[in-house]
């Protein structure tokens, strides 16, 4: 059957359809454990149930992610090569110039990228460079995509200034449940993540917020993440799943593997109890098959980067995205979707 008598028949299933997911705020660690640990056909099909009532289920949103400032961060998160505290941690760069950001942003959207999300490895920025970092922000914007950027933690005034220079989205993940996290980084704590969430929702900022798969965590401490993502006052809009890139000289380097099933699972997790959010395949993705690929598309992951590399670790190359979605059937995901 061709394209054009299935989209019309699918934006007609969806006009119709009454059945929305209620958007919860009080999911408990004990309910999100109970999702994750469904027969593995319920769960996928709540999280495609859950999926179809506010997404097209064929579509995908497309971002880039642009390190703008690479290296010499003062944090100690096991995970990052940016650290400078961490053996064989990568070089530290100085801030990358306005034109030369934009030059990326460009070919980004060439390549079919809808957002350009620009990272640098910062505690926190400051004053002299944030005024760089909103006129990239400007830049982009009249190249007609949505920004995102990630630095560090923000005060009010910083995201209020962000805001002013037409930022859509703020990352800044939570990276594991809060038991947990004291056994990944100790230099910022979980409260202060919070604290920038709200700083940067207070300012009209949208929120890209998630975790990390991986870490040495449990069952319970991938439940207690999930919970507490889906108990935020709002939802992320994003919410990035990362799978660990397991990055020689940091901590975390000899950290076990996660099967696809399991990481699948999380992805599930995430759909169901935040069913209006996009959920996002973010590192990892060149560990990943195919097949795992699309088990996570039917988990309900609706987003993924674009590019050879995130920040400083592999993607898979732009091709092979392209070749994937479409033996699929899915299509990089516009405005009006």
Known sequence: MSDTLIRPAFAAATAQASWHPELRHDWTRDEVAAIIDLPFPELIFRAQTAHRAY????????STLLSIKTGGCPEDCAYCPQSARHEQSVKADKLMAVENVLREARAAKAAGAGRFCMGAAWRSPKERD?????????GVKALGMETCVTLGMLDAGQSQRLRDAGLDYYNHNLDTSPEYYDRIIT???????LDTLENVRSAGINVCCGGIVGMGEDENDRAGLIA??????????SVPI???VRVAGTPLADAEAVDPITFVRIIAAARITMPASH????????????????????AGANSIFCGDKLLTTPNPAEHRDRKLLSSL???PMTATH
């Open 55 to 62: 997404f097209d289920p064929t579509r995908v949103q497309i």
């Open 130 to 138: 944030l005024d760089t970092v909103c006129a990239m922000v400007e």
């Open 187 to 193: 230099t910022r704590t979980y409260q202060e993540r």
């Open 228 to 237: 507490t993502l889906a108990s935020l006052p709002q939802h992320p809009e």
């Open 242 to 244: 990362n799978l660990l």
């Open 279 to 298: 959920v996002r395949l973010a590192a990892g993705r060149e560990l990943m098959s195919d097949e795992a690929h699309a088990l996570a598309f039917l």
């Open 329 to 331: 059937g899915m299509q």
